[in-house]
């Protein structure tokens, strides 16, 4: 019985610390990113650049996604007022599936957004991906990031820590309930993991 109390402590101990670790990394990620995120376009500073992130254009049901559309209308919103002046759209590409592609193509016949100023990073396979080539790759440092809020904060914690004078704006998010709660909680968890990726130096 002595055994089984010392190795429920033992996990109720682990239990605490993970939690705490998760509560911790989450603080830490909020507090380097307080006040550089930002939900209107008058309000941001001017960039050079706007790092769009990428997600799928389409949901499984074939319908529009519409986390893809609220954020090619955020980063259309910041070229038309003045904000930016290109626009790095960064997501995955591979047999049958372009990200970046989509993207562009988007933001030329449905945004009005000129061809030349639009480029295609086709290996940002994730977000910690599409920050560091953002900076290492196309030299971009004066960014706006832009993605829905719950994403931004993250994003903003890798370019934070890469030295980017970076900054986001927030694409109006989806409030389905299940996948509004579903992102909200991995996101939570994958700040955890960016920390991680951080004190380790990944």
Same mark, same amino acid.
């Given at each position: @019985?002595k055994?089984i #109390? *010392? /190795?429920? *402590?033992y996990?109720?101990?682990f ?5 705490? =670790? =998760?509560?911790?990394? !989450?603080?830490?990620?909020?507090? #380097?990113?307080? +006040?550089?995120?930002y939900? &209107? ?8 650049t ?8 389409? @949901?499984?049901?074939?319908? %529009?996604? $519409?986390?893809?559309? &609220?954020? @090619? ?6 070229f038309?007022?003045g904000?930016?002046?290109?626009i790095?759209?960064? +997501?995955?590409?591979s ?7 989509a =993207?562009? !193509?988007?933001l030329?016949?449905n945004?009005?957004? $000129?061809e030349?100023?639009i480029?295609?990073? $086709?290996?940002?396979?994730?977000? /910690? ?12 440092? !004066?960014?706006? /990031?832009?993605s829905?809020g719950?994403? !931004? ?9 890469? *030295? =980017? *004078? %970076? #900054?986001a704006?927030?694409?109006e ?5 299940r ?6 909680f991995?996101?939570? #968890?994958?700040?955890?993991? %960016? ?6 130096g990944?």
């Amino acid at each position: @019985m002595k055994r089984i #109390l *010392n /190795i429920f *402590n033992y996990f109720s101990l682990f239990a605490e610390l993970g939690l705490l =670790m =998760m509560l911790m990394s !989450n603080i830490w990620v909020y507090n #380097l990113t307080h +006040g550089r995120t930002y939900t &209107k376009v008058s309000r941001i500073p001017a960039r050079e650049t706007a790092l769009v992130l990428g997600t799928s254009p389409k @949901m499984k049901s074939g319908a %529009a996604n $519409p986390y893809f559309t &609220k954020r @090619m209308d955020a980063v259309a919103a910041l070229f038309h007022y003045g904000k930016i002046q290109k626009i790095i759209v960064s +997501g995955e590409k591979s047999p049958h599936y372009d990200e970046p592609f989509a =993207m562009k !193509n988007y933001l030329i016949f449905n945004e009005g957004i $000129p061809e030349h100023v639009i480029i295609e990073d $086709p290996k940002g396979f994730n977000t /910690i991906s599409s920050i560091k080539r953002c900076k290492s790759h196309y030299h971009a440092n !004066n960014v706006i /990031i832009v993605s829905q809020g719950f994403h !931004n904060l993250r994003a903003l914690f890798f370019a934070r820590n890469l *030295n =980017m *004078n %970076a #900054l986001a704006f927030e694409a109006e998010d989806v409030y389905r309930p299940r996948s509004y709660y579903r992102n909200h909680f991995r996101e939570f #968890l994958a700040r955890v993991k %960016a920390v991680i990726y951080f004190i380790i130096g990944v």
